[in-house]
């Protein structure tokens, strides 16, 4: 999966961590596993859209599409920001699994931001990320190019809206 091993850099309690070797394609399916103290590794992961290289642990993620928010959610870090859903979402635009997800820890819900057309980097902006996930959502050269002047963002591997689960 695009970003796995940012992902797995964001769990201080996961034992899986990025490879030590200094670029990450995006497409590949081994993110580096092995016990450790769950140091943090510095990565790059190269995708469609460019590369992100990330040099600390991510404290403050925002997820844009579909599965990063659970993703993260399921490595112990809350994000900042979440991509708002007009399907499947409760009354306040949170993914009812994703609310129950977060209420569990007693942390607030994440803010809401606007994807796709309507995205705006200066909203993503306001929530201070350290890292963008975006790695199952259709942003554009564009969009992608605003975000990472905001922080580190991992896009797609391939084509947008696509991702192979090995």
Do not use: N
Not at 85 to 109: C, F, I, N
Not at 122 to 129: K, Q, T, V, Y
Request: contains cysteine; proline residues 7%.
């Amino acid at each position: 999966m695009a970003g796995a091993a940012a992902l797995a850099s964001c769990s201080s309690g996961s034992t899986q961590q990025p490879s030590p070797s200094p670029s990450t394609d995006a497409g590949s399916t081994d993110a580096g596993a092995g016990a450790g103290s769950g140091d943090f590794q510095p990565v790059t992961i190269e995708h469609a859209l460019g590369s992100a290289e990330i040099t600390s642990r991510p404290e403050r993620i925002v997820t844009l599409g579909q599965g990063s928010t659970e993703t993260v959610i399921a490595l112990g870090v809350i994000p900042v920001g979440v991509e708002e859903y007009a399907w499947g979402a409760d009354d306040s635009g949170h993914l009812p699994w994703v609310r129950e997800a977060v209420e569990k820890t007693g942390q607030e819900l994440p803010a809401l931001v606007k994807g796709a057309d309507t995205l705006s980097a200066e909203e993503i902006a306001s929530l201070e990320p350290d890292l963008v996930l975006a790695p199952w959502s259709g942003i554009t050269q564009e969009q992608y190019d605003q975000l990472s002047a905001v922080a580190p963002t991992v896009a797609y591997p391939e084509k947008a809206w696509t991702i192979e689960w090995h």
